[in-house]
């Protein structure tokens, strides 16, 4: 581990993230102000020394193109004011969603994202990224990479209740539920997913007469728009179970679309910390802090050779 006063943390927004990482791997918070000009540009002003110190922004990334620029400009202003390092935590990492050309002329904003954050930062740590087909961050990203897996946390909290039947989406999903299911011992379908859309996804689940009277918990990678886990519980219903719960690493609830989800009748709802929400249950500072102090120390080498 580094000497304390040699790492410092900052927020590029408020995260609660921040003051326990700083307590776990050790260092100190950095200040910054920043402001929005009238005409919408960035104002931004690093308040604390950093010159020789390995700096690690913490960075809440939903809704990316809001605070793109000010990451870009942190970054770069603490390498211009001397900074050894310069590295990213960004809980939940945007932009991995759009991973192929599905149709003529997109662009591909996962490898152009990974881009322009490698070009910029020295090294990234995240939690359970959106790989579909991707296999590794280190296929877009040219920085060093940690992967952090919310899973066994989520199966911890899990682990108290009984009488469950894990549902998955769909293919992708497979990958937690079966590993969370391999943790808790509970039995597990996992669903079938069309998308149409941003907000037009249909999900069908198989026959599940022998299961009727668990509780179901659904579980996914990130809840968006919720849709996925609205048509997951309109087929439970249809089904005939009527306990229905849902866990997630990534809860971003656009379109406030955790009151739908209550509305529709889910009975609890959990999530990682990653995205700040009242259904936070899990924390992950524990899990980000050894990756954290891997590559502080790694960039620390590099400044000896
Ligand atoms: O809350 P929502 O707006 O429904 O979005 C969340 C869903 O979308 C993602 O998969 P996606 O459908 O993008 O499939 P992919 O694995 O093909 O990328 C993710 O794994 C969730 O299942």
């Known amino acids: 581990m580094l000497n304390e006063r040699e790492v410092?943390?900052?927020s590029l927004t408020e995260h609660p993230l921040t003051s326990q990482l700083v307590e776990l791997v050790g260092g100190r918070p950095g200040e910054i102000s920043t402001r929005r000009f009238p005409d919408g540009e960035t104002y931004l002003r690093v308040m604390t020394p950093v010159s020789g110190l390995h700096?690690?922004?913490v960075a809440d990334m939903t809704y990316p193109d809001d605070k793109f620029l000010a990451l870009i400009y942190l970054a770069d202003t603490l390498k211009e004011l001397?900074?050894?390092?310069?590295?990213?935590?960004?809980?939940?990492?945007?932009?991995?969603?759009?991973?192929?050309?599905?149709?003529?002329?997109?662009a591909v904003t996962s490898r152009l994202f990974a881009r322009l954050i490698s070009q910029h930062l020295d090294w990234l740590v995240t939690v359970d990224p959106h790989l579909h087909r991707y296999h590794s961050l280190d296929e877009?990203?040219?920085?060093?990479?940690?992967?952090?897996?919310?899973?066994p946390a989520l199966t911890e909290w899990l682990k108290g209740q009984t009488n469950l039947l894990l549902v998955g989406p769909?293919?992708?999903?497979?990958?937690?539920?079966?590993?969370?299911?391999?943790?808790?011992?509970?039995?597990?379908?996992?669903?079938?997913?069309?998308?149409?859309?941003?907000?037009?996804?249909?999900?069908?689940?198989?026959?599940?007469?022998?299961?009727?009277?668990r509780t179901a918990m659904v579980i996914d990678d990130v809840i968006s728009s919720g849709h996925t886990i609205l048509e997951c519980v309109a087929s439970l219903k249809a089904r005939g179970i009527t306990r229905i719960q849902c866990a997630a690493i990534h809860g971003i609830f656009a379109d406030q679309s955790d009151a739908r989800l209550r509305q529709a009748g889910l009975d609890a709802l959990v999530t990682c910390n990653t995205v700040v929400h009242n259904s936070n249950r899990v924390n992950v500072a524990p899990l980000l802090a050894p990756p954290i102090n891997e590559l502080l120390a790694a960039m620390a080498n590099r400044q000896l050779l």
Do not use: N
Not at 186 to 201: A, C, L, T
């Open 8 to 10: 410092v943390f900052f």
């Open 170 to 213: 769909d293919a992708e999903s497979e990958q937690w539920v079966s590993g969370i299911a391999a943790l808790s011992g509970h039995p597990f379908v996992i669903g079938e997913k069309r998308r149409y859309g941003d907000r037009q996804v249909e999900v069908s689940l198989p026959d599940m007469e022998a299961f009727t009277d």
């Open 140 to 151: 877009i990203y040219s920085i060093p990479s940690r992967v952090v897996q919310g899973a």
């Open 55 to 57: 700096c690690v922004i």
């Open 82 to 106: 001397g900074a050894a390092s310069v590295g990213l935590v960004v809980p939940y990492l945007p932009y991995m969603r759009q991973d192929v050309r599905f149709q003529d002329g997109e």
